[in-house]
C-alpha cells in the first residue's frame, strides 16, 4: 500500500515468485468524482469513476471487495492475504529498518507528521483503514523512505545551526525516496553483474516529488532532501532549496502569513508555480514545445539547471562517478531532459545515445550512454511495491 493524501496506489503480489496478481489506483479519494484503476495478471482491467469514496477506509474496503468479487476478483478469501506492506515516507530518529507496525510505531509516526505532513498523516489513514478492514492477525510492516540514509556521515545530514537544535530536537537531514533509490541502485549491479560496494552511483529518482542521492560503496553517502520532502531540486509543486530570507521577507512585510508560505511552498511553487500551468511535467512540456510558452520553457531550464547541479556536486564529493540512474516518471519518461542534463557533463566524457535514450520510455530499461561513454547511464523503472514487500517479508521472517 502506498497511500497518499488523495489516492492510494496498491499491488497484490505472490511472494514465492514475485508475480504481480494484480495492482491498481483510486485517485480523488474525498473529492466526489474518485478514479478507481484495476489490473489483473490476466491481462482484465477496469477503469471507472465512483463517487462515494470519501475516505481511505472506503478506498480500501472497495480494493477489498474488488480482490473478492466472484468475477473478476483474485481471491475468494480474506485468508490470502498474508501481510500487508506499508510505505511510510518519515521514519525521524526511530526508524533505521522496516518495522512490524504495533501501537508504539503508530505513535512514533503520528509524532513526525509535522515533518511531512503531506505523506505521514495520509500514510496512517492507509495503515488505519487495512488494520480494520483486514483485521488484526494480518501482520502490517512499515517501510520508511527515510531508513535507507541512516549511513549518511555527519557532514552530509548536519545543518551549520547551532548543535542544540540538532541535540535537543533532532533537527538535521533524513533524506526520501530511500525505497526506490535503493531498488534502482540494486537492480542495475544486477544487471551489469557488477559489485555495489566497489561503484560510485547517483541516482535520480525524477517525478512529481524528486531527490537525487549519491551512492558509495554500496551507501548513501548524500541526498538532496533534507529534514522534510521539501528539499532538494525544484518539484511539481514544490519549491526545494531556496533562501530561507524569502520566508523572512514574505512574513515580515505581511505578505503571507507562516501557514500561507508553507502552502505556497509546498503546494503551489515549482513547476506548477513557474510555469502557471501544472504540476505534470507532460502538460508543461507540451506548452512549452507546442504553444511556445516561455514561462513553461523557463520551469524546464531551472530543472534541468538544478539538477545538474546536484549531479556535479555528487561526483566532486565521490571523487567521480561510475553510473547515473534515472527513475520515476519524469526520469523514466521524459528522453528529452535526460538528453539536456546529460550533456552538461562532457567534461568526464559522458556520451548519450540520442537514438536509444529517445525511446527508451514507459517502462522500459536501458542502458541510454554510448559504448565508449566514461560513465553509465541508465533508465531503470523503479518498483517501489516490489521493494516494500520484500522487506514485508524480511520483516515477518525476522521475527520467526
Not at 544487471?191 to 535520480?204: A, E, P
Request: glycine share 8%; aromatic share 8%.
Amino acid at each position: 500500500m502506498n497511500s497518499g493524501s488523495s489516492s492510494l496506489k496498491y499491488k497484490f503480489i505472490d511472494m514465492t515468485n514475485e508475480n504481480v496478481i494484480c495492482n491498481g489506483l483510486i485517485e480523488k479519494i474525498n473529492v466526489g468524482d474518485a478514479k478507481f484503476s484495476y489490473c489483473t495478471f490476466k491481462g482484465l482491467s477496469v477503469n471507472k469513476h465512483l463517487y462515494d469514496i470519501d475516505s481511505h477506509y472506503k478506498a480500501i474496503e472497495y480494493i477489498l471487495n474488488t480482490l473478492l468479487d466472484e468475477k473478476i476478483g483474485v481471491i475468494k478469501s480474506i485468508e490470502e492475504v498474508t501481510a500487508i506492506g506499508h510505505r511510510i515516507v518519515h521514519g525521524g530518529k526511530y526508524f533505521k529498518k522496516h518495522v512490524l507496525i504495533t501501537s508504539d510505531v503508530i505513535k512514533k509516526i503520528e509524532s513526525l507528521i509535522s515533518l511531512a505532513p503531506l505523506h505521514n498523516e495520509a500514510n496512517l489513514m492507509g495503515l488505519k483503514a487495512c488494520e480494520k478492514l483486514f483485521g488484526s492477525s494480518v501482520p502490517q510492516v512499515a517501510v520508511f523512505d527515510t531508513s535507507y540514509y541512516s549511513s549518511l556521515p555527519p557532514e552530509a545530514y548536519m545543518y551549520p545551526i547551532p548543535y542544540e537544535y540538532y541535540k535537543n530536537y533532532d533537527i538535521r537531514k533524513y533524506g526520501f525516496h530511500g525505497t526506490s533509490h535503493q531498488f534502482v541502485a540494486e537492480r542495475y549491479c544486477e544487471i551489469t553483474g557488477q559489485d555495489i560496494s566497489k561503484l560510485k552511483i547517483i541516482s535520480c529518482h525524477l517525478g512529481n516529488g524528486s531527490s537525487i542521492t549519491a551512492i558509495k560503496n554500496g551507501k548513501a553517502i548524500d541526498t538532496s532532501m533534507g529534514l522534510t520532502p521539501l528539499d532538494g531540486i525544484m518539484m511539481g509543486t514544490r519549491s526545494g532549496s531556496i533562501d530561507p530570507s524569502v520566508i523572512f521577507y514574505l512574513a515580515e512585510n505581511g505578505i503571507l502569513s507562516v501557514p500561507e508560505i508553507k502552502n505556497m511552498l509546498n503546494n503551489n511553487s515549482g513547476l506548477k508555480g513557474i510555469s502557471g500551468i501544472s504540476s505534470d511535467d507532460r502538460e508543461v512540456l507540451k506548452a512549452a514545445e507546442s504553444a511556445g510558452n516561455k514561462r513553461a520553457a523557463l520551469a524546464h531550464s531551472i530543472m534541468v539547471h538544478q539538477i545538474t547541479k546536484f549531479i556535479g556536486g555528487y561526483i566532486a564529493t565521490m571523487n567521480g562517478c561510475s553510473s547515473i540512474i534515472f527513475t520515476g516518471g519524469i526520469g523514466e519518461n521524459q528522453w528529452i531532459h535526460r538528453q539536456k542534463i546529460c550533456e552538461n557533463f562532457s567534461y568526464i566524457n559522458l556520451k548519450i545515445d540520442k537514438n536509444i535514450n529517445k525511446f527508451t520510455i514507459k517502462g522500459k530499461e536501458s542502458r541510454i550512454s554510448s559504448e565508449d561513454s566514461g560513465v553509465d547511464v541508465y533508465v531503470i523503472p523503479t518498483n517501489e511495491e516490489l521493494a516494500i514487500a520484500r522487506k514485508t517479508v524480511n520483516a515477518i521472517l525476522e521475527l520467526d
